[in-house]
């Protein structure tokens, strides 16, 4: 008879009360998909396993792992109790976690006498997104002349620690009075420092909430043996799971760039090294020229496979072998020689061609190259960081399987191999066959071009009298076909570049207005009721192809195992991504149109389209969109 752990079933017992009873007295719905969430997030922490939980648009997965994690940790002997690690890729979630959730169930639960004492969380984030009181003097003294709303910032700053939380201060500053990297010893406000205060208390808390790239920050101190920055923590809940190898990719990327150099050269100046900062310039230089392609480079950032020249090789030992010396002389600081040890250490690895890096140049728009070297051992660096510690984890987010496969995903965070993982998926709770029409445009006996991409955008955007948002994977392509949709209806339009919020909110406001977007509005934006009833999907979301996509290529014997290894699923899950866009609650409903010619029916990648949606009725016919739209909506939205 199998046995379970002191607390398992009084857990279990609380989570039914909590989410049947409790929360709907407070107007709640239930929700069965959340309730089982719940049960296997408390299942997974109990057996101290590793759980993948795919959830659904929703389902409400914060509230299920929150409650779960609060249950474990109550029952939890005092001498083993530690904190719960929440580890997200948004602000906007650890800010909601914070402040809505965790106080809205903290003083439910209080009121219903499950818990005696409030949660306690904090948000930790790195030292570059606070204040430094020193530096904040300084700057304050040096902005007299400034105008009135940089004062105001600057004044704020005195009293709100955290940069993300001050309105109006412009990147200059937040620069200038951030908490550097190394704090001067001799520091006259080091007693009374409101970012030592503050590391001091976020050690307290029962829940410790950070996004990504602080976790795993703490994981390489760990098994650097450096100071940690988390508190030694009993389990871990990755939420935005998905977005947790590209992070780590990032991590382990180094990158040189001709700032990145220009500023070391500058440092080395302003040590009075002027003839050798002059010299590393020059060599620095001959490496660029080096590798700059001799064909005209595009208008956008490319990124090219390094390879190593006669010539390259020649400019890169030139430059090491300065940078050896500059670091060799006798009266060198400290900071200097460790940053001229960095520098050589990572051009060394383009002269040796390291095997375990990829190596490319990412040229910015004027030609000027980047090096960069990322691992290609991202899944075992992820396993040996983050997975052996053997403490608990859920992973989290509403696209980690593709057509209802987790293999890919296990391949990329590194949990391929292990074992006992669980797996489990929930679907959305939404009626889409009645509330969802997928639309595919008749196949097209000529190539689809943008011209006749911007007629069908027309044709439905008409159809659906505006309310539409207009996905792209180019902002090239997006540019093109909003310039030929131009005055073609009489809806407000807009467009959303990178760094859109302001944009994207008075597209919210517009109340049947149309969005161009791109980028990061395939995910994480909520755009409820009737503001997208129609979303549009210009081209499937293949990934582009990159230096490490094309290492990764090498490793399959051949394109076809690739392309449905890595290529298919990745689009999948993007696709889906997408797709959450359309409708976010129980009452919205909404006309998703696919153009891509690829996706249509009888297209080459109809069937894994369809599978990675949820099933939906599909039609060719513009009538049927019209049709769907006069049946869905009230009256007032044709107004």
Known sequence: MQTYPTGYAESHRIAEQIFREILPRHGMAVREEQIALCHEVLDTLYNKEISLCEAGVGIGKTLAYLVACILWQMHRPSQLKMPVVISTSSVALQDAILTEYLPDLSAIMLAEGIIRDPITAVVRKGKERFVCDARLAERQAKAISKGQRQKNSLRIAESILDLDHIPNLTRYDRCRICVPQSCPRDCSLRLDCRYQQYLRDSMKPDIQICNHNYLLANAFHRLEERPLLLRKYQALVVDEAHKLPDTARQMYTETLSAQNMDDLCSLLQQANFKRLSKRLRTAFLTISISCTPSLSMPKRKVSVPFSLTPFRQAALTGCIDLLQYIGSQPDMPHYLQYRL?????????????????????????????????????????????????????????????????????????????????????????????????????????TRVDNRHMAEEIIRLVDSCHGHALVLFTSYRQMAEVRALTDGQWPYQTYQAWRNGGKIIQQFKQSGNGVLFAAGSCWEGIDFPGDMVSLLIIAKLPFPIPDPVSDYERKQYPNLRDYINAEIIPEMQKKLRQGFGRAIRTEQDSCVVAILDERAGIGGRYHDAALAALPICPTTEKIEDVQQFIREQKRPDYFL
């Not at 030609?367 to 984890?393: D, I, K």
């Open 341 to 445: 040890a960095e520098t050589e250490s990572l051009l060394r690895l383009f002269l040796l061609e390291v095997p375990t890096r990829i190596l490319y140049l990412e040229f910015s728009a004027n030609g000027q190259p980047t090096f960069c070297a990322t691992s290609n051992r991202v899944p075992q660096l992820l396993r040996s960081a983050l997975w052996n510690t053997r403490e608990p984890a859920i992973l989290t987010s509403g696209t980690l399987a593709a057509a209802g496969d987790f293999s890919h995903t296990e391949q990329l965070l590194g949990l391929a191999a292990y074992r006992p993982l669980r797996h489990f998926r929930a679907d959305s709770p939404f009626d889409y066959k009645k509330k969802c029409l997928l639309y595919f445009p008749p196949r097209a006996r």
